[in-house]
């Protein structure tokens, strides 16, 4: 199922709870509904249903999505953390990116500043813009 294939390890350290509420979030930005509302929060996008469930170590069955849209989400969501995985500020950045940008329609110039002005321990250069580029790539988000 779609929560093993997450590959976290439990819900007890907050980190693996960051970095399962993005990952999710990136999923359903990469087309996978799986009936998640999420809402700016300080650590990026955030989803109190999901942070239930994980605690319940189950995914809602409305999320048992099979086919095309699950591999391909999932592919995305494979690039995306190539060379960073399990990295909680990484996956932080990637989330926080896509929500300003699909979520309140910020361009890439505003997001940076927001995070900058918000988050300056997420902002590296270097890391932003590839971390924009990916997702850019793996349309997600449009430039």
Known sequence: NIWSRLGINGVDKFSNRLILQKKIFLLQESGLDMGYDFR?????PYCSQLTADAFKVEIRNNSEVKGESEK??????????????????????????V????KNG????????IILD??????????????YKKLVDSKIINE
């Open 40 to 44: 700016k929060y300080i650590y990026g």
């Open 118 to 131: 918000e988050k300056p321990y997420l902002y590296d250069e270097t890391l932003f813009e590839e971390a």
């Open 106 to 113: 910020k361009n890439k110039e505003e997001i940076k500043k």
């Open 99 to 102: 929500y300003l940008r699909n």
């Open 72 to 97: 391909k989400a999932f592919e995305k969501l494979s690039y995306l953390e190539k060379g960073h995985e399990n990295d909680s500020a990484w996956f932080e950045l990637l989330g926080t990116i």
